[in-house]
């Protein structure tokens, strides 16, 4: 398969020229990631057991429950929003790979969820602070590496939280057959924003990695405002974030930007995220 990948590189350049530059970066780490997303790629059919009966955690109300699912299922819509976006903007073509196969993996969480959907009743709307959000990211006209930085570092870290809560604490099996699923291809994701970011932002000058922190910061204002508020009945109280999750996992988001090299050692951003 790399192989042959290899190949097809090789011929879409000489035949075309328009990705006349973007063979050069090369990642052995990101090529093994791309051969596992082909190798894990999964069902919503066949790897999911259906016949299982749907189960609301006790006192919850329907309703509700179906919000939390339905907001599972924008996320990942607008998610393949951004991928479809980047996979037109990033240079490099083995990054465009991966993202191909991340925009696959969201659309089958998307397809995964509304079938969930409809063994429970009827898709409510997109909760509004949520599309604030990702309208904000959608607006960005600046590096394509913000979005990178955006979704695979910031919202699938955050998301690998939510859905490791929601296994360990909601009882209906087949949700938590689709979230073990979904878990493994969100871990993929956050991975390749730690591979390509590494080596993309080593580079980058100090006022684009300040203009892009600034920004981040403000999606993640936006994430809070998402978060907030919501899950108020006493059934959904384990489903709340709480402040002090927030804050904690704020500081484990600059850990992680210092690590990929958005943050430098010797500069101070206090003040931007």
Known sequence: MAELRAKFRANFRNDTGIFEDNTAYFSTELENLINTSFKKSWSVDTQINW?????????MDQQEYLDLVSQLYHSEVLTIHICSRLIHEVPDFQAKQFLCTQ????????QAYSKYIDKIGKRTPIDPAMKKLYAKALKWNGSYIALIVAINVVLETESLQQQRKRIETLPCPIFREINQNVIRDESRHAAFGSIYLKDK???????ERQKILKWIGGLWKGWENANRGRYQTEAAAFLRTSQNELTQRHKNQMNRFKKIGLIKAEVKYASTF
């Open 51 to 59: 016949d299982q009966e749907v189960v609301i955690p006790s006192g």
């Open 103 to 110: 925009l696959a993996d969201e659309a089958r969480h998307a």
């Open 201 to 207: 932002l080593s580079d980058l000058p100090l006022v």
